[in-house]
T-cell receptor, first 111, second 112 residues
């Protein structure tokens, strides 16, 4: 079952620009997580935001969560070519033992 | 060096053969997971284990089997019953349910 759905599916920007990706989900959650995957590699955890938090920052990353709309956004500021990757959101479906991942947003940052 | 390893990186199998993918972690995590990823797709959960000697089916367990005899190890067997096994397989571990997961580098399985 697909819980999170990222939007857009693909995004192409120039270095230095900001990139915004969105995630929508269907059921209640305890937390929402964002991961990055470079081509052909494993996923790397970026940030976790709890259901009682509205915004969280980590370096150039800013994540927001709106539980009333069941949506989250990931903002990458001042993007770099090295940010080129696929980005996935994952939710725990209200404390479930497992995470459910979306299909991801493929970000290309052009030098 | 703490981490999670998977081997082999690439695996080729003939139709009708069973193959076992290795996953080892030295992070002292209780929970371990196996995912399948198809091109341009997200991750789908195959099996997961919250504790040694216990595991549960995920969303697409048919044609797969696992064991969890040691905390550090969670091997996945892709059996001949799996109709379309060619995919990228990812193993992950977590200190507890709902927490961040640490992923291995993946194994790309191709059925010839």
């Amino acid at each position: 079952s697909q819980q999170g759905e990222e939007d857009p599916q693909a995004l192409s920007i120039q270095e230095g620009e900001n990139a915004t990706m969105n995630c929508s989900y269907k059921t209640s959650i305890n937390n929402l997580q964002w991961y990055r995957q470079n081509s052909g590699r494993g996923l790397v955890h970026l940030i976790l935001i709890r259901s009682n938090e509205r915004e969280k920052h980590s370096g150039r990353l800013r994540v927001t969560l709106d539980t009333s709309k069941k949506s989250s956004s990931l903002l990458i500021t001042a993007s770099r070519a090295a940010d080129t990757a696929s980005y996935f959101c994952a939710t725990d479906q209200g404390g479930s033992e497992k995470l459910v991942f979306g299909k991801g947003t493929k970000l290309t940052v052009n030098p | 060096d703490g981490g999670i390893t998977q081997s082999p990186k690439y695996l080729f199998r003939k139709e009708g053969q069973n193959v076992t993918l290795s996953c080892e972690q030295n992070l002292n995590h209780d929970a371990m997971y196996w995912y399948r990823q198809d091109p341009g797709q997200g991750l789908r959960l195959i099996y997961y284990s919250q504790i040694v000697n216990d595991f549960q089916k995920g969303d697409i367990a048919e044609g797969y089997s696992v064991s969890r005899e040691k905390k550090e190890s969670f091997p996945l067997t892709v059996t001949s019953a799996q109709k379309n096994p060619t995919a990228f397989y990812l193993c992950a571990s977590s200190i507890a349910k709902g927490r961040e997961q640490f992923f291995g580098p993946g194994t790309r399985l191709t059925v010839l």
